[in-house]
């Protein structure tokens, strides 16, 4: 008789915990679905288009997209880069963006907005154009045919790989990576020799191994996923062994 009277009450027990064990459980799953789909969606989302740089005007010579110059860094660049067209002829723009598209490359979208702004071989003939990615610190550099008799592609790509991401190697230094960058496309363009890279110090990493804000913002999404998950988890067996115990009771 006391086991009949014991059943029931391990039923009603049953169903109370159940329902709301049940809606956490779904909202732990949800909560991971959201948080997978933001992830996923999230890069191309803030990824930057070559449409989003504005067309190009005479007196254009620095985008700033990622807003990694100081205003007299940038008006000094502005300044060297002004002088020269006017004293030569050759033209040199920088462009910094924030994140690329998930196929996308420094080098691919130099070239993309290098076309896209000069269509034709006569008008690209005396260009420069010098992109970095500040979210992956990767460069990009296109010239045109004319600039290729005074800069050869080797120094150009020293420029883009060297001049800008030694300093960038020894601690994010932008400013003075572009500033040195555009002393040297000046000095080889009007006709000087060669100054050369910065001295890369013995103690600085080629390969760049600073965390940047995107890759933290990375791993504390991983460490939330891996947590829901284990919760996720646990919960629904706690309540299997939780109801195995009260049957035998």
Known sequence: MRRLLHQPA?????SRLMNPLASL??????????????????????????????????????????????RSSEGKVSSEFSDLAKTTGYEVRFVSIHRLDYDETAQTFADKLFERWFPT????????????DNVTNNTGIRTGEQVK???????????????????????????????????????????QADPGPPELKSNVMVEGTFATPEKTKSSNATVWVVGFLI????????????YQWMGSR
Do not use: C
Not at 54 to 67: G, N, Q, R
Not at 121 to 132: D, S
Not at 232 to 241: E, K, S
């Open 10 to 14: 391990i039923h009603w027990l049953r």
């Open 231 to 242: 919760v996720a988890t646990i919960v629904p067996m706690a309540t299997y062994y939780f």
């Open 121 to 132: 071989p006569e008008e690209q003939a005396k260009q420069v154009l010098l992109v970095i």
């Open 149 to 191: 008799q005074v800069m050869s592609d080797a120094i150009a790509n020293s420029v883009a790989q060297e001049s800008v991401l030694i300093p960038l190697k020894e601690g994010n230094k932008y400013n003075q990576a572009i500033l040195g960058a555009s002393n040297r496309l000046v000095a080889v363009l009007s006709g």
């Open 25 to 70: 459980h779904r909202l732990y799953l949800t909560a991971i679905a959201l948080l997978l789909v933001t992830q996923l969606i999230a890069a191309p989302a803030s990824a930057t288009s070559i449409y989003e740089i504005p067309e190009l005007s005479s007196d254009t010579w620095v985008i700033d997209k990622a807003d990694i110059l100081s």
